[in-house]
């Protein structure tokens, strides 16, 4: 399977706790994005990369959140201290960055968050 | 980006077509008008896009109004399948972020 992929697929965890979930963009693709989904609501940016570096962030980025792409490849998304908020699907995209056109995202299963 | 409004949800009977509406009456020249739809549990999955041309592909055809101020989703025979939430979304090509919106929630009913 050459989609993107996310593990774990599933977190429970308690608030307080640290989590981390790992993303692997399709091969060839050299933008990653994340987006977070809670309930009822469409996906919400968060952050994306170009390569290893990270070029945007969203507000709804805080301090307790940080990711990574080390070697332009997988990327990581970590959440510091939890809190029940923060329980919502995380999404992770990739595309091609093709500097004047059309960049289609593909998506990966996400996955879900629970703090409880 | 311009914001859209799509109706909350929406039914459709198998085997017929699903017109999905879309307003974006802010539209600017040179942002493009891009569906997609999430299947329950999965992630967004690209359906098509358009700037001012319609558009065809193996999934959906996409009619833009020619003041590009509204467009329509046609899934021309509907399966359980197609049952969904489908956003429209609209941007510039070069935008780094997709903001989704609440979108459309289509059920396909036997």
């Known amino acids: 399977d050459t989609g993107v992929s996310q593990d774990p697929r599933h977190k429970i965890t308690k608030r307080g706790q640290n989590v981390t979930f790992r993303c692997d963009p399709i091969s060839e693709h050299n933008r990653l994005y994340w987006y977070r989904q809670t309930l009822g609501q469409g996906p919400e940016f968060l952050t994306y990369?170009?390569?290893?570096?990270?070029?945007?962030k969203s507000r709804l980025l805080s301090d307790r959140f940080s990711a990574e792409r080390p070697k332009g490849s997988f990327s990581t998304l970590e959440i510091q201290r939890t809190e029940q908020g923060d329980s919502a699907m995380y999404l992770c995209?990739?595309?091609?960055?093709?500097?004047?056109?059309?960049?289609?995202?593909?998506f990966g299963p996400g996955t879900r968050l629970t703090v409880l | 980006d311009a914001k859209t409004t799509q109706p909350p949800s929406m039914d459709c009977a198998e085997g017929r077509a699903a017109n999905l509406p879309c307003n974006h009456s802010t539209i600017s020249g040179n942002e493009y008008v891009y569906w997609y739809r999430q299947i329950h549990s999965q992630g967004p999955q690209y359906i098509i896009h358009?700037?001012?041309n319609n558009e065809t592909n193996e999934m959906a055809s996409l009619i833009i109004t020619e003041d590009r101020k509204s467009s329509t989703l046609i899934l021309p025979h509907a399966t359980l399948r197609d049952t969904a939430v489908y956003y429209c979304i609209v941007r510039v090509a070069w935008a780094n972020n997709l903001f989704f919106g609440t979108g459309t929630r289509l059920t396909v009913i036997p």
């Open positions: 990369f170009q390569n290893e570096a990270q070029l945007e």
């Open positions: 995209a990739s595309s091609l960055g093709l500097a004047d056109g059309y960049n289609e995202q593909f």
């Open positions: 358009g700037l001012k």
